[in-house]
């Protein structure tokens, strides 16, 4: 970007970002500034762009022995001195949890071959660490690569995934999210597609426990998230007990269910599976005397994504999966990959291609069958009033009427 | 494929502490010691205490930092942390004696603890101009300048009537966690991006292709949603020039080539409110533009934090407890909220309309077929 109009002379510029940055380290909340000094990063030309009201960054390469995951910026002709800005997309741990002899080798890492300073958590998962300059860049690999992690995710290659904490931390977990993670990561496709950019766009996927989404699934490329079908289980005894202890007030769980599921009699609680959305509101307010379902799914969802062509969206439900099938979710993934790859312009993201080419016509072409997959044939006869039928489905009317005539005894 | 092997941290095992490992998947139940620190419960009867610790804006911590963090842990904790999506840390410890320590350990080391419940869980900002070549605001001391204001509501000072999430982003990519949040903070241009044409050249073919290659075939032309990208002839040469009323500022243009500028005199941001992930109450979905330009003044920014910290009041006065920003909305109606906040009614139909929508529905590039469904319809 070229110099904005009325930029100040060097020094004066210099010494009102340094007015700017002294101003950001005020305050209670915690400072990235105050961070940043006890660091290596070249804080002025920060201080610079606040000033000029313009990123301070373009544009600029580094060699390496990976395709993916490398980021150098170099600062503009306007900034005074000059200075450039080299990080690495670390993949995290499951969970991201972070033993400390683990965070230290990190740390000791980032001391000898980068300026000391860590972007904890990007918005891919990943974890973010600077450099120190772009000749040190296969040393850091080699080193990360010592400890077990890599660099890699950035471009147009599936990024880094994003996992909630799952069965570690969490009760509401419907299926194991850290043992998929970490399954998907052991497929070898996978890997080259992490590895190599050759996708249109970004491709993320994400893997939230259950409906309330911490790991942000709905709003994936792909995403999995844990529900349960029918209604939540409900352990009337336990469930007295927490009445009587005043823990829970049954008359306004019935009030508060946003799907009006759910009855109280003054005896027994009865929750309605059909009409059920998997708020998890009465879970959250009762667990354990109500609890998810037993018949435990993963939703598959298609198509989110806020970067792309049509601007923000959330995913298309495509179906259920077993919480033990992730074998069955790896090659689902390239089985969605495979039709927007071939076909989808540069730079469109798969909700995108879909937009472009409808949901239905996208599952038949990606060859999408699993439970309960969206079918444009399976439309209900009372969203089309009149129609051609064929002999299969006027049977199935034909037993409908059977059946009923036989409970209705005419 | 590739000659490249990366190594993943894939062992699920190995990264857990002792005590996680035992319980996995046997949690039955959980409490809430204050704001910021929770216990979980295990079937074996296992205690696990997790510490919710916000770090600067951007997750960005020092070396120095994250070891004393590191030290803590071993000395209270498990010997783990966990560095959660939304930008915190948590410290994992087994008692509540020792959550209390970390507690206030971290905060004398300056990082408040928080969250949970109904309160501000975080604020998640973008890279801003501390890497980012695009973003046109510098999403990451608006943060600062947000979370000075608003701590009270993190740490509980202040109740909220349930979770309040903020997102902080550079430029209309969202790269900070997209606009399906409570509150949504997006850097705006303001005005159509002017070309600079000493840069342009580089991402486009050569003059002598582009007389002949088909407008359609030009990649500019073709990552532009709307068509505001297109060639002209003037003078016997081949321009691309930028229609800046059909432009609709999404950045996309700028994303894929450098040589699209701004004057900082336009820029500003935009808030989207009422946005959501889960399936909670009403279910997901995307924030609505509330005020789509306001002025972003370095490095406090007053503006922005005065307008966000009204819309929480009101929604903090106003809301059932349980009752997130997205339910709120929807229980008083849009008109109401607007009411409320003061806003200048806006007759626009970008206000009404979710952003996808409009891209999708209003703007095409020239010879672009929408919905081929459709089309191929039997």
Request: hydrophobic residues 40%; glycine residues 10%.
């Amino acid at each position: 970007m070229a110099a904005p109009p009325g930029l100040p002379p060097p020094e004066e510029l210099l010494k009102k970002a340094e007015e700017y940055l002294k101003e950001l380290e005020k305050g209670p909340w915690p400072s990235h500034v105050s961070e940043m000094r006890k660091t290596g990063y070249p804080l002025y030309v920060y201080g610079v762009g606040l000033v000029a009201r313009k990123s301070p960054w373009g544009p600029s390469v580094v060699k390496t022995k990976r395709l993916t995951g490398v980021l150098a910026r170099i600062a503009r002709d306007w900034v005074p001195g000059g200075g450039e800005e080299v990080h690495f997309r670390v993949f995290n741990t499951p969970g991201k949890f972070y033993p400390t002899d683990y965070l230290r080798k990190l740390i000791k890492i980032s001391r000898e071959y980068g300026v000391g300073l860590i972007e904890a958590v990007g918005q891919t998962g990943a974890i973010v660490i600077n450099l120190k300059s772009k000749d040190v860049a296969d040393k850091m690999i080699d080193a990360l690569r010592e400890i077990g992690t890599d660099v890699g995710g950035s471009g147009d290659a599936i990024r880094e995934f994003n996992a909630c904490v799952g069965p570690a931390l969490c009760e509401f977990a419907l299926y194991d999210t850290l043992r998929w993670f970490s399954e998907f990561k052991k497929d070898k496709r996978v890997h080259d597609a992490i590895a190599v950019p050759g996708l249109p766009y970004k491709f993320k996927i994400k893997f939230s426990g259950c409906p309330m989404d911490c790991a942000r699934a709905n709003r994936a490329d792909l995403g999995f998230i844990g529900v349960w079908k029918g209604a939540p289980e409900v352990d009337q005894e336990l469930l007295r007990k927490k009445i009587e202890a005043g823990e829970v007030d049954p008359k306004k769980l019935e009030a508060d269910c946003p799907s009006g599921a759910i009855t109280w009699d003054g005896k027994e609680l009865k929750i309605d599976g059909t009409r059920c959305k998997k708020s998890m509101h009465c879970i959250r307010t009762a667990f354990p005397a109500i609890k998810p379902g037993k018949e435990r799914r993963v939703a598959v969802l298609v198509g989110g994504g806020t970067k792309g062509r049509y601007g923000p969206k959330f995913g298309w439900f495509v179906g259920y999966l077993k919480p033990d099938e992730v074998k069955k979710a790896i090659d689902l993934t390239f089985k969605v990959i495979e039709p927007w790859d071939k076909e989808a312009p540069a730079k469109n993201r798969i909700g995108d291609y879909i937009l472009m080419e409808g949901l239905y016509k996208f599952i038949e072409k990606a060859g999408i069958d699993l439970e309960d997959t969206p079918k444009l044939i399976e439309k209900l006869p009372d969203n089309v009033p009149y129609r051609v039928l064929s002999e299969a489905e006027r049977v199935k009317f034909a037993e409908f009427a059977e059946k009923v005539k036989q409970m209705v005894k005419v | 494929m590739s000659a490249i092997e990366l190594i993943f941290p894939v062992d699920v095992e190995k990264y857990l502490p002792e005590i996680i490992k035992r319980n996995y998947g046997k949690w039955v139940d959980r409490k809430f010691h204050g704001n910021g620190i929770i216990e979980h419960i295990s079937e074996t009867g296992e205690r696990v205490f997790t510490v919710k610790v916000a770090l600067p804006p951007n997750a960005r911590v020092s070396a120095d930092t994250l070891e004393k963090f590191a030290d803590i842990a071993d000395k209270y904790g498990v010997g783990a942390l966990r560095i959660t999506t939304a930008g915190n840390v948590e410290f994992i410890t087994d008692s509540l004696e020792k959550a209390l320590k970390i507690k206030e350990e971290v905060e004398k080391l300056g990082f408040p603890v928080g969250g949970w419940r109904g309160a501000l869980w975080g604020i998640n900002t973008c890279t801003g101009f501390l890497t980012c070549q695009i973003a046109v605001v510098d999403a990451v001391s608006i943060g600062k300048a947000l979370g000075d204001a608003l701590k009270p509501y993190f740490t509980g000072e202040i109740p909220l009537p349930a979770k309040l999430r903020i997102y902080v982003s550079g430029c209309p990519s969202a790269c900070a966690g997209g606009i399906g949040i409570d509150i949504a903070i997006v850097g705006m241009w303001g005005a159509a991006p002017k070309i600079r044409e000493e840069v342009l050249p580089l991402c486009l073919p050569p003059p002598k292709a582009l007389a002949k290659v088909p407008e359609t075939q030009i990649f500019l032309v073709q990552i532009c949603p709307t068509g505001a990208l297109t060639l002209r002839r003037e003078g016997g040469k081949i321009k691309l020039v930028l229609i800046s009323e059909k432009c609709i500022n999404c950045g996309r243009c700028k994303d894929n080539c450098d040589a699209f500028d701004y004057d900082p005199k336009d820029v500003g941001v935009a808030i989207l409110v009422g946005g959501r992930m889960s399936n909670t109450g009403s279910g997901p979905r995307l924030a609505r533009n509330l005020v789509p330009w306001l002025p972003a003044n370095p490095p406090k920014y007053e503006e922005i934090v005065a307008v966000v910290k009204h819309v929480i009041e009101i929604w903090r006065q106003n809301a059932k407890p349980g009752e997130r920003l997205a339910d709120f909305i929807d229980r008083i109606g849009w008109a109401k909220f607007l009411e409320l906040v003061g806003v200048p009614r806006i007759t626009a139909e970008y206000m009404y309309w979710p952003d996808i929508a409009r891209t999708y529905l209003l703007y095409r590039s020239r010879g672009e077929i929408i919905f081929r469904g459709l089309r191929d319809a039997p």
